[in-house]
């Protein structure tokens, strides 16, 4: 038998929050909109500075990699996706979901493809880039393409996994 | 799905103004946009770290929080930071409401989150309407906190999901399917349906 001990907790937020006074919810969307347009140049730098960052250290990736070798560009491609609402990145945060996607398989034992890891770096990079002139169904479709590897990789997975029963 | 039945609206009130936010994020000069997003819901003066280890100091160290929204990504412990506090004695904030900020989530990922004693997990790109109709979540969230050897956090039996994983289970109607570990990305609604259902209507 297992000791369960149940408290029946009110978070005193749910208080504060009904006080008299505070902002409407139109009110708060609004000022939220206009603190976050004075980020949108710093996110967009940001996202490039960290787009520069992933190159560096793809040019001195051992091959083939090791999962520790990988946690970087996960975290970092999961920066880009945090940015990309604000800086106007939509695209690019997209295809940096893909790249964590592969990222995460290949850091649980997934088979390395050093292709689907540059491809996916470079349209990171190029949809970051200020002078992408890509109209928006070019991108979806380099977007669509990302996806499409990735579930490569799931579908090469469940092959693999076929072969082994 | 949950995210369906409860929206916003824009009349609702919201007061944040006293409530003690604590955001643990990912440092990262000039976008500085977690925070942004907060004093734009009202809170005069969030509490950030960049690291764990702090940020569960001044969780211990007595000054009551209202809420904690917890980057997936921060110093690579996030997880570790929620189940830690949830283990702590340090009241009230072990009870604190905490949301998790997670660009990458898989199913895998969200129950991680829900398993170490997360309230909610929202997705990236942040969506500031999102974020705060979870807020308002947190405040209807009726469930109780549990603690059980190797968990503490608000009880996760919401909905009948079938049994633990790797049991076949009882009932002519069970299904055993495990977790995959790298499945889809899930949606905000997938997420919400996993972690909680959703409250009665809580705004003012």
Not at chain 2, 11 to 40: C, H, S, W
Not at chain 2, 68 to 93: H, K, T, W
Not at chain 2, 152 to 176: C, W
Request: overall charge neutral; glycine content about 8%; hydrophobic content about 40%.
């Amino acid at each position: 038998m297992i000791a369960v001990l149940k408290r029946r907790v009110r978070p005193r937020l749910a208080k504060l929050a009904r006080l008299p006074g505070g902002k409407t919810v139109g009110a708060i969307q609004a000022e939220v909109e206009a603190r976050l347009e004075h980020l949108r140049d710093s996110c967009f730098a940001e996202a490039r500075q960290t787009v520069a960052r992933m190159s560096e250290l793809a040019v001195r990736l051992p091959e083939p990699p090791a999962p520790d070798d990988l946690r970087p560009f996960y975290i970092l491609c999961s920066e880009i996706v945090g940015l990309a609402g604000v800086a106007d990145l939509a695209h690019a945060g997209r295809a940096a979901l893909s790249f964590c996607r592969l990222l995460d398989g290949w850091m649980s034992g997934k088979p390395w493809r050093p292709a689907s890891f540059h491809v996916h770096l470079t349209a990171v990079a190029l949809l970051c880039r200020p002078d992408c002139a890509l109209e928006p169904s070019a991108r979806d479709r380099i977007v669509d393409g990302l996806d499409g590897v990735v579930r490569h990789h799931g579908s090469e997975l469940q092959a693999l996994r076929h072969v082994d029963t | 799905m949950p995210g369906a039945e409860f929206k916003l609206d824009k009349d609702d009130r919201i007061n944040l103004e006293q409530a003690t936010v604590m955001l643990l994020e990912v440092p990262k000069p000039g976008t500085d946009l977690l925070a942004q997003v907060f004093y734009g819901y009202g809170v005069r003066q969030p509490v950030r770290w960049h690291e764990v280890d702090k940020a569960l100091a001044f969780a211990q160290s007595g000054e009551p929080l209202d809420l904690i929204v917890c980057d997936a990504d921060v110093d690579g412990q996030a997880y570790d930071f929620i189940r830690r506090l949830r283990a702590s004695d340090a009241e009230p904030n072990r009870f604190c409401p905490v949301i998790v900020l997670s660009g990458h989530t898989p199913r895998s990922q969200v129950a991680r989150a829900r398993d170490c004693g997360a309230n909610f997990v929202v997705t990236k790109p942040l969506s500031p309407l999102v974020l705060l109709e979870r807020i308002f979540w947190v405040c209807a969230d009726r469930r109780t906190f549990v603690e059980l050897p190797g968990y503490a956090g608000p009880d996760r039996r919401f909905q009948f999901v079938g049994p633990p994983r790797g049991a076949t289970g009882r009932r002519s109607g069970d299904n055993a399917t495990a977790d995959e570990a790298d499945g889809p990305n899930l949606s905000q609604d997938e997420i919400d349906d996993f972690m909680c259902s959703p409250p009665a209507r809580a705004a003012s």
